[in-house]
């Protein structure tokens, strides 16, 4: 895991420790919150590269054509996927985030 520096003196603290309240320390609670956040962007990566797929197979607005009839089919794939990913995995964490219960 990434460490961190710490208020102990120039030493490395270890940021998933819990218990010790140092700078460096990260909860129970937040490592669960992290966790949580990470199932849900990869849930929302995953939907948007369904749809992708779906979009090309289907070939809607001639998007198929677009992608793979330029003669640079694997950039044009990667930064379309990376696209999606980025904005669908970004809407679910944005929807888990809102629908968190209040405290």
């Not at 962007?41 to 998007?63: D, E, Q, R, T, Y």
């Not at 669908?88 to 968190?100: Q, R, V, Y």
């Amino acid at each position: 895991m990434f460490k961190r520096w710490g208020r102990s003196g120039g030493r490395l603290a270890d940021p998933t420790t819990v218990g010790h309240g140092g700078h460096g320390a990260m909860r129970a609670q937040d490592r669960q919150l992290l966790v949580y956040l990470a199932k849900n962007c990869l849930m929302g990566i995953v939907g948007g590269w369904l749809l992708l797929g779906f979009l090309i197979s289907s070939n809607v607005a001639n998007l198929g054509h677009l992608l793979f009839g330029n003669g640079i089919e694997v950039t044009a794939l990667i930064l379309v996927g990376a696209g999606f990913a980025v904005t669908f995995g970004s809407a679910a964490m944005g929807t888990a985030i809102f629908l968190l219960p209040r405290d």
